[in-house]
């Protein structure tokens, strides 16, 4: 069965950091572009980050662009999620995603469930 | 950034009801646009790519159509399990900096 598993949510304090990792299974995770993408709590779905599938090219929202890091380790089949200067309206669900296969870039058919980061303080 | 805008943000409809959603991109995505449906505490689900390709498992009740910077998503005779919100998601440009629309929510009337 084809999956993603996202971790390491939590409580956090504006400014400081967290990792986000999510994990892929039943599926070659080195062949697939991911990416990240969040919800606020009530709001729509926000884009964040994306990665091709060697890792070669990857590029962010405006919102979050110089704040989160977006990383792969392909032996672990993790995709990674660094994200530092947290703010409160950071506060949302993060969900990893993968690209259709047989796309450098495509519309997203796996999704994890989540992981939930609240920034407060 | 190209912005995805989702008119209205609340739709009231009725079961069995044909129903069209819109989708509009401030600069063309070609056909780089999906749809994604998104009921109450689950994860989204892609319904369509390519502006009209169903992805797999999805019911021919649900059409995609549009190109450029117009789209739709169309849902002939309406069930109870498709009331939920309802995403478009352009893909376009490489790297690909997607944006999402705001969702246009299906609601009884």
């Known amino acids: 069965q084809e999956q993603l598993v996202e971790s390491g949510g939590g409580v956090v304090q504006p400014g400081k950091s967290l990792t986000l990792s999510c994990a892929a299974s039943?599926?070659?995770?080195?062949?697939?572009?991911v990416h990240w993408v969040r919800q606020a709590p009530d709001k729509g779905l926000e884009w964040l980050a994306f990665?091709?599938?060697?890792?070669?090219?990857?590029i962010y929202a405006d919102s979050v662009k110089g704040r989160f890091t977006i990383s792969r380790d392909m032996p672990t089949n993790r995709l990674y999620l660094q994200m530092d200067g947290l703010r409160p309206e950071d506060t949302a669900l993060y969900y990893c995603a993968r690209v259709m296969a047989g796309s450098l870039r495509g519309a997203f058919d796996v999704w994890g469930r989540g992981t939930l980061v609240t920034v407060s303080s | 950034e190209i912005v995805m805008t989702q008119p209205p943000a609340t739709l009231s409809v009725s079961p069995g009801e044909r129903v069209t959603l819109s989708c509009r991109a401030s600069q063309s995505v070609g056909i780089n646009l999906a749809w994604y449906q998104q009921k109450r505490g689950q994860t989204p689900r892609l319904l369509i790519y390519g502006a009209s390709i169903r992805a797999t498992g999805i019911p021919a009740r649900f059409s995609g159509s549009g190109s450029g910077t117009e789209f739709s998503l169309t849902i002939t005779s309406l069930q109870s399990e498709d009331f939920a919100v309802y995403y478009c998601q352009q893909y376009n440009g490489w790297p690909p900096m997607n944006t999402f629309g705001q969702g246009t929510k299906l609601e009884f009337k």
């Open positions: 039943g599926f070659m995770f080195s062949d697939y572009a």
């Open positions: 990665m091709s599938y060697d890792g070669n090219s990857k």
